[in-house]
């Protein structure tokens, strides 16, 4: 990234020769994310974030088919906020916004699309892997039931992406910063034949639908991570065992696991009876242990998940909840002795409480 930022900091909308070398620069990473995607380079569109590549996705959805017969929009309930906040605005529209219930893992099940959707639905948004409890949804069922309703699909794969084959839906959202790309840097895939209205306005960029001088310097970086990740064939592996090597050595304090049918390699979603997540977390901290209790969006919040109340836990056992994830240096020591510390912090808590 750095000689963008440097030496080679040109506008790749110009015509001059070091402009041109920018634009290069983008269409090679456009290919690498295109080839890891399987699709069209021209079917991608660099956004600033996943958020902004979602926005794109459902608020240009539903302006670009704005006053037609096609008046429903379904959300599953466990959405990311980015997605779940369009609501109102989709409201504004004229639309009728229905929220579909997952879940207990907060997975949203087919049987939920195809109860709901009719000819009437023009979209349906539901990610690919839940950000808190990792629980896979079954998305090329989804995408079948929507096409044969006529109704186009959005899937949020940001926590997917280069870790799980990417579903071949009509409306694609990622991000970098989960390939370890730089933050600040997302993509929407857009199939041939659908086309959003942009939401940012401006020139004719990223296919006249995303209007911004190119974040050069991020692109770059978002194609070289994609790259690293499709030559480190066994990286999956080394994250599972990671986790898993994790939870085994949480076996003496008894912790509740969210039971998922399929989830994500590196993601343990947990509980302790009775421990509250927020104290934990502060407890961990002062250990050295990352976690977090909900999306990292709203951490700082002591507001219960609102995935997981979508899932119908008890507002009690959603402040329980605590998220570990695991990345692709992460060792099998180091997830040895995190265990240990997660250990030591349950019996420091539940030793103050017994004594409060």
């Not at 429903?72 to 916004?97: D, K, N, W």
């Not at 119908?312 to 060792?331: H, Q």
């Not at 250990?343 to 420091?348: G, H, K, L, P, S």
């Amino acid at each position: 990234m750095l000689p963008w930022l440097a030496e080679r900091f040109h506008n790749p909308s110009s015509l001059y020769a070091g402009a041109r070398e920018a634009r290069m620069a983008i269409d090679d990473a456009r290919d690498t994310l295109a080839e890891a995607l399987g699709c069209l380079s021209g079917e991608i569109v660099f956004t600033s974030s996943g958020t902004e590549a979602a926005n794109l996705a459902v608020i240009g959805t539903a302006l670009a088919n704005r006053g037609g017969a096609r008046n429903r929009i379904l959300i599953s309930a466990a959405e990311h906020h980015c997605v779940i906040h369009t609501r109102p605005l989709l409201e504004s529209f004229g639309y009728r916004v229905e929220l579909l219930a997952v879940e207990r893992d907060a997975s949203l099940s087919p049987g939920a699309v195809e109860e709901a959707i009719g000819d009437d639905v023009l979209l349906v948004a539901a990610m690919h892997a839940n950000n808190e409890t990792g629980a896979i949804s079954d998305v090329e069922r989804i995408q079948a039931i929507a096409r044969e309703h006529g109704a186009l699909y959005f899937c949020d794969a940001v926590q997917t992406f280069g870790l799980l084959p990417t579903p071949p839906v009509d409306l694609i959202a990622i991000s970098a910063h989960k390939l370890y790309g730089p933050k600040g840097i997302g993509a929407l895939v857009v199939r041939a034949g659908i086309k959003p209205q942009p939401t940012i306005i401006g020139g004719g960029q990223e296919r006249e639908m995303r209007a911004g001088t190119e974040n050069v310097a991020g692109i770059v970086g978002f194609g070289t991570a994609v790259r690293l990740a499709m030559n480190d064939e066994h990286r999956v592996a080394r994250i599972s065992a990671a986790r898993d090597r994790f939870e085994a050595g949480l076996s003496s304090i008894s912790p509740v696991f969210t039971q998922c049918t399929s989830r994500l390699p590196g993601h343990s979603h947990l509980r302790f009876s009775g421990l509250d997540a927020e104290s934990m977390l502060i407890n961990l901290d002062l250990l050295g242990v990352d976690a977090g209790s909900g999306a990292a969006c709203s951490s700082g919040s002591i507001e219960p998940s609102h995935v997981l109340l979508a899932a119908g836990w008890p507002e009690s056992e959603a402040k329980e909840a605590l998220r570990f994830t695991f990345g692709k240096d992460t060792s099998l020591t180091e997830a040895v002795e995190a265990a240990s510390r997660v250990a030591q912090a349950v019996r420091r808590y539940s030793s103050a409480s017994a004594k409060a």
